[in-house]
């Protein structure tokens, strides 16, 4: 039997989620009327580091007297505060940096450039970028910001920061396996997750299969995520956003940052080009693990066998005008595993990684107006090449997209500020396309590129009314067609190009709210509806390379998801700690899997494989921090449950999806011991992951016949661990042009064998017409310390 789409006891949340709406409105007429007699002017201007010169995303900027009514620096250190005229005591503070208070008569519009030094101890860091972004700043609901800086002091896989791993400590975030870069957002699919670098979609985030995330810590100069309800200049994910930018350059002088490890190294080199106007960076890091290991090797069944990956970011940033800037990023990203088997003659090389460009242009076009314009290329490709003997096989997939987006953004801090934009984009999926060569015969399945066009505007306005109240309105619409040249369905001729097959619109309207109760307390709502056009269906609970993206077609229907979520938001009056309470409900309509007794045939579309069906999510999201202070850190708890149903599948019968993880906690200490020593403490535990276990297995004429039990009906074991990490700098306050410091960290510290799957072997007597099953958990890391060297050269000004 199929259930209703909301559960009866879920019935009351969405009645006070829609109550406090129209609450709101009612006392938003009671609010007093802005004084029109108020003269009020522009405050603008730009936040930058007073070494490096590159500019503070995120950075706050707020009135002493009413911090309340203050603002965050846009994505190139901007702000603007629209202020009564008079005198003003503004507060400007980033994460590590010194705090710098400016008392400002204004009496016009007035601009001016802050530059921030950075801090001797975090006491003296009293407002931070990275998590205030979820409190009580602003309408927007379920966002969560963390700076390259809160992410490198975070214990990670042997020494390597890992900017997923660090998301995956934060309430609704969920890891996919033990030591999998591939997430779960509030018991959504890894595919339901948009992941973006400098704008470019990310199809791919894990290395070693999935094992470290493909984004390079130096590189980056924050993340931020969005989790369900996300504004509606994202779209074509159900889930949740990620959108990682990463930094633009030392505009000042030439300097360089690496590191070298245990697994990998990496270096970044960063500086001016001729003068402050334009700046480069560019980092890169590589593994050589396997690489040592190659004298150890020889011998063995395995000699030759050699795996590594690369990663490489590069961007350049030019200043035209002081109301133009030009900004090229570029990333490139490899795995290569070459295995072979001198005992079978056998050989195989599978390379895969992404490639991603993009080419923006920022304009200011008025005081109050801002466009920016976009070009964006991604590229995601997988293929196999095996050989033994005189046979040879060849398989290859991937995707590509080419965009182009442009967006006009009005801030003037009066009650509305609205921006509006459009995005076109050309994708090109390739399926498992596969051909091998046995002697003088070719063997080929003939599947072929799917071509797909999409489209989409959108226009968003934050409404402030008041000071106690903010709303963030939008509404995004979409078209997608799957175009020629393709096979005729019906057998005739080939579709031409451009031509379309089939199409979908859909609207997506987002909407969220925010009430000041206090200068402390204040309560958010939000509610949103999603369109997702491209699907992976995957037998596995991460984005390994082996799956297949696929487009909505006239065998598959868009996927689609509607989120309410409510919460309560607490800053203690000193800024000290930070607690919030959240809860929230998805439903989730064309969810695919694959069809009961599916069998992979490599000449057949995947898309013949799948059933449609629905889905829900619920939960609810707790989180107590503590932001100053020699000891800072938080402690995440999560309850969620996500359900799948399908007809097709055992009669409609719901079951637990695999992101269905009841229970989620972690726990992250640092504490800074001294001047010379920081230390670092994480703990997480989650209850297991469903899978479908063995019922019975049977001979029938000498065949074996396996029987299944109902899908998802067991679990792993409950998944624990605990790291910690010590960084030591030799001299902390030495102005000397280099400096360098040593991270000691060990991951899994009390080696807790974590299951990262379970097989089944089965074992039969013919003779006696017996078979047994016999199930083994496959754990993987067990307690590995590393240690990493780190330095830093700044050239001498």
């Given at each position: 039997?199929?259930?209703?789409?909301?559960?009866?006891?879920l019935?009351?949340?969405?009645?006070?989620?829609?109550?406090?709406?129209?609450?709101?409105?009612?006392?938003?007429?009671?609010?007093?009327?802005?004084?029109?007699?108020?003269?009020?002017?522009?405050?603008?201007?730009?936040?930058?580091?007073?070494?490096?010169?590159e500019?503070?995303?995120?950075?706050?900027?707020?009135?002493?007297?009413?911090?309340?009514?203050?603002?965050?620096?846009?994505?190139?250190g901007?702000?603007?505060?629209s202020?009564?005229?008079?005198?003003?005591?503004?507060?400007?503070?980033?994460?590590?940096?010194?705090?710098?208070?400016?008392?400002?008569i204004?009496?016009?519009?007035?601009?001016?450039?802050?530059?921030?030094?950075?801090?001797?101890?975090?006491?003296?860091?009293?407002?931070?970028?990275?998590l205030?972004?979820?409190?009580?700043?602003?309408?927007?609901?379920?966002?969560?910001?963390?700076?390259?800086?809160?992410?490198?002091e975070?214990?990670?896989?042997?020494?390597?920061?890992?900017?997923?791993?660090?998301?995956?400590?934060?309430?609704?975030?969920?890891?996919?396996?033990?030591?999998?870069?591939?997430?779960?957002?509030r018991?959504?699919?890894?595919?339901q997750?948009?992941?973006?670098?400098?704008?470019?979609?990310?199809?791919?985030?894990?290395?070693l299969?999935?094992?470290?995330?493909?984004?390079?810590?130096?590189?980056i100069?924050?993340?931020?995520?969005?989790?369900?309800?996300?504004?509606?200049?994202?779209?074509?994910?159900?889930?949740?956003?990620?959108?990682?930018r990463?930094?633009?350059?030392?505009?000042?002088?030439?300097?360089?940052?690496?590191?070298?490890?245990?697994?990998?190294?990496?270096?970044?080199?960063?500086?001016?080009?001729?003068?402050?106007?334009?700046?480069?960076?560019?980092?890169?890091?590589r593994?050589?693990?396997?690489?040592?290991?190659?004298?150890?090797?020889?011998?063995?069944?395995?000699?030759?066998?050699?795996?590594?990956?690369?990663d490489?970011?590069?961007?350049v940033?030019h200043?035209?005008?002081r109301r133009n800037?030009?900004?090229?990023?570029?990333?490139?990203g490899?795995?290569?595993?070459?295995?072979?088997?001198?005992?079978?003659?056998?050989?195989?090389?599978?390379p895969?990684?992404?490639?991603?460009?993009s080419?923006?242009?920022?304009?200011?076009?008025?005081?109050?107006?801002?466009?920016?314009?976009?070009?964006?290329?991604?590229?995601?490709?997988?293929?196999?090449?095996?050989r033994?003997?005189?046979?040879?096989?060849?398989?290859?997939?991937?995707?590509r997209?080419?965009?182009?987006?442009?967006d006009?953004?009005?801030?003037?801090g009066?009650?509305?500020?609205?921006?509006?934009?459009?995005?076109?984009?050309?994708?090109?999926?390739?399926?498992?396309?596969?051909?091998?060569?046995?002697?003088?015969?070719?063997?080929?399945?003939?599947?072929?590129?799917?071509?797909?066009?999409e489209?989409?505007?959108?226009?968003?306005?934050?409404?402030?009314?008041?000071?106690?109240?903010?709303?963030?309105?939008?509404?995004?619409?979409?078209?997608?067609a799957?175009?020629?040249?393709?096979?005729?369905p019906?057998?005739?001729?080939e579709?031409p190009?451009?031509?379309?097959?089939?199409?979908?619109?859909?609207?997506?309207?987002?909407?969220?709210?925010r009430?000041?109760l206090?200068?402390?307390?204040?309560?958010?709502?939000?509610?949103?509806?999603?369109?997702?056009?491209?699907?992976?269906?995957?037998?596995?609970?991460?984005?390994?390379?082996?799956?297949?993206?696929?487009?909505?077609?006239?065998l598959?229907?868009p996927?689609?998801?509607?989120?309410?979520?409510?919460?309560?938001?607490?800053?203690?009056?000193?800024?000290?700690?930070?607690?919030?309470?959240?809860?929230?409900?998805r439903?989730?309509f064309n969810?695919?899997?694959y069809?009961?007794?599916?069998?992979n045939?490599?000449?057949?579309?995947?898309?013949?494989?799948?059933?449609?069906?629905?889905?829900r999510?619920?939960?609810?999201?707790?989180?107590?921090?503590?932001?100053?202070?020699?000891?800072?850190g938080?402690?995440?708890y999560?309850?969620?449950?996500?359900?799948?149903?399908?007809?097709e599948?055992?009669?409609g019968?719901?079951?637990p999806?695999?992101?269905?993880?009841?229970?989620?906690?972690?726990?992250?200490?640092?504490?800074?011991?001294?001047e010379?020593?920081?230390?670092?403490?994480?703990?997480?535990?989650?209850?297991?992951?469903?899978?479908?276990?063995?019922?019975?297995?049977?001979?029938?004429?000498?065949?074996?016949?396996?029987?299944?039990?109902?899908?998802?009906?067991?679990?792993?074991?409950?998944?624990h661990?605990?790291?910690?990490?010590?960084?030591?700098?030799?001299?902390?306050?030495?102005?000397?042009?280099?400096?360098?410091?040593?991270?000691f960290?060990i991951?899994?510290?009390?080696?807790?064998?974590?299951?990262?799957?379970?097989?089944t072997?089965?074992?039969?007597?013919?003779a006696?017409?017996?078979?047994?099953?016999?199930?083994?958990?496959?754990?993987?890391?067990p307690?590995?310390?590393?240690?990493?060297?780190?330095?830093?050269?700044?050239?001498?000004?």
């Amino acid at each position: 039997m199929i259930p209703e789409p909301m559960p009866a006891f879920l019935n009351p949340f969405a009645q006070v989620l829609v109550s406090l709406f129209l609450i709101s409105s009612l006392l938003f007429m009671a609010e007093p009327a802005w004084t029109v007699d108020t003269v009020y002017h522009t405050l603008s201007g730009l936040v930058t580091d007073s070494q490096s010169g590159e500019p503070f995303p995120g950075a706050n900027v707020y009135p002493v007297a009413n911090p309340s009514t203050g603002t965050l620096t846009d994505t190139d250190g901007s702000f603007e505060l629209s202020l009564p005229e008079g005198k003003h005591a503004l507060m400007f503070s980033y994460l590590g940096y010194r705090e710098v208070t400016l008392e400002v008569i204004l009496l016009s519009d007035t601009s001016l450039t802050i530059r921030l030094e950075q801090g001797v101890t975090m006491k003296e860091v009293v407002v931070s970028s990275s998590l205030e972004e979820a409190m009580d700043s602003d309408s927007q609901m379920g966002r969560l910001t963390l700076t390259a800086r809160q992410i490198s002091e975070l214990p990670v896989l042997m020494g390597e920061v890992d900017l997923l791993k660090a998301l995956q400590l934060l309430p609704g975030v969920m890891s996919s396996a033990e030591g999998n870069s591939g997430f779960s957002v509030r018991g959504g699919g890894a595919d339901q997750n948009l992941v973006l670098l400098d704008e470019a979609v990310v199809y791919n985030t894990g290395h070693l299969l999935g094992f470290f995330s493909v984004f390079h810590g130096d590189a980056i100069d924050r993340a931020t995520l969005y989790k369900g309800g996300m504004p509606a200049r994202y779209g074509g994910r159900l889930s949740s956003v990620v959108d990682i930018r990463t930094r633009d350059g030392n505009s000042r002088n030439l300097s360089m940052t690496g590191g070298i490890g245990l697994l990998a190294s990496r270096l970044t080199l960063e500086g001016p080009v001729f003068d402050d106007r334009t700046t480069f960076l560019v980092s890169g890091r590589r593994t050589y693990a396997f690489d040592l290991a190659q004298p150890f090797l020889k011998g063995t069944a395995v000699e030759g066998t050699n795996y590594f990956f690369h990663d490489v970011n590069a961007k350049v940033s030019h200043r035209i005008s002081r109301r133009n800037r030009l900004r090229a990023s570029f990333f490139s990203g490899r795995d290569v595993l070459d295995f072979v088997s001198e005992a079978r003659g056998f050989s195989a090389r599978i390379p895969y990684g992404n490639t991603t460009g993009s080419l923006r242009w920022d304009s200011q076009l008025s005081d109050h107006l801002f466009l920016k314009v976009s070009g964006v290329y991604t590229n995601y490709s997988f293929s196999v090449d095996g050989r033994q003997a005189d046979f040879s096989a060849r398989l290859r997939s991937g995707v590509r997209n080419l965009s182009v987006k442009t967006d006009i953004a009005h801030q003037s801090g009066g009650v509305h500020e609205w921006r509006a934009g459009a995005e076109l984009t050309a994708h090109t999926l390739t399926p498992d396309i596969a051909e091998a060569v046995s002697g003088d015969q070719v063997f080929t399945n003939d599947l072929v590129p799917k071509y797909a066009r999409e489209a989409s505007i959108y226009v968003e306005d934050e409404i402030n009314p008041s000071p106690r109240w903010q709303i963030l309105a939008g509404l995004r619409a979409t078209w997608f067609a799957h175009v020629g040249p393709y096979p005729s369905p019906d057998g005739g001729s080939e579709v031409p190009q451009g031509s379309v097959l089939k199409s979908f619109a859909g609207l997506d309207p987002r909407l969220s709210m925010r009430h000041q109760l206090t200068s402390t307390t204040s309560i958010k709502a939000s509610a949103a509806l999603v369109w997702q056009y491209l699907h992976l269906v995957s037998n596995s609970t991460n984005t390994l390379p082996f799956d297949v993206w696929v487009p909505s077609s006239r065998l598959v229907d868009p996927q689609r998801g509607m989120q309410y979520a409510i919460g309560a938001f607490y800053t203690s009056s000193n800024g000290n700690w930070e607690a919030s309470a959240e809860l929230y409900y998805r439903d989730l309509f064309n969810q695919l899997d694959y069809r009961e007794n599916y069998v992979n045939d490599p000449t057949v579309e995947v898309e013949q494989n799948f059933v449609s069906g629905r889905g829900r999510a619920y939960g609810a999201e707790l989180l107590l921090r503590k932001r100053t202070g020699d000891l800072t850190g938080w402690m995440a708890y999560t309850y969620s449950r996500s359900v799948r149903w399908f007809e097709e599948i055992e009669n409609g019968r719901v079951f637990p999806s695999v992101f269905d993880r009841p229970h989620d906690l972690s726990l992250v200490l640092n504490y800074q011991a001294g001047e010379k020593w920081r230390l670092g403490f994480v703990f997480v535990y989650g209850s297991g992951r469903p899978f479908t276990p063995v019922k019975n297995l049977y001979l029938i004429e000498q065949n074996l016949t396996v029987n299944y039990g109902p899908r998802n009906s067991s679990r792993l074991n409950h998944y624990h661990r605990a790291d910690l990490s010590a960084t030591w700098t030799p001299r902390p306050k030495s102005e000397a042009p280099f400096s360098s410091s040593w991270t000691f960290s060990i991951y899994n510290l009390y080696s807790r064998q974590n299951p990262l799957f379970f097989y089944t072997a089965f074992e039969t007597n013919l003779a006696a017409g017996t078979a047994t099953a016999s199930a083994y958990k496959v754990s993987l890391f067990p307690i590995i310390p590393s240690v990493t060297w780190n330095f830093t050269w700044n050239q001498s000004r």
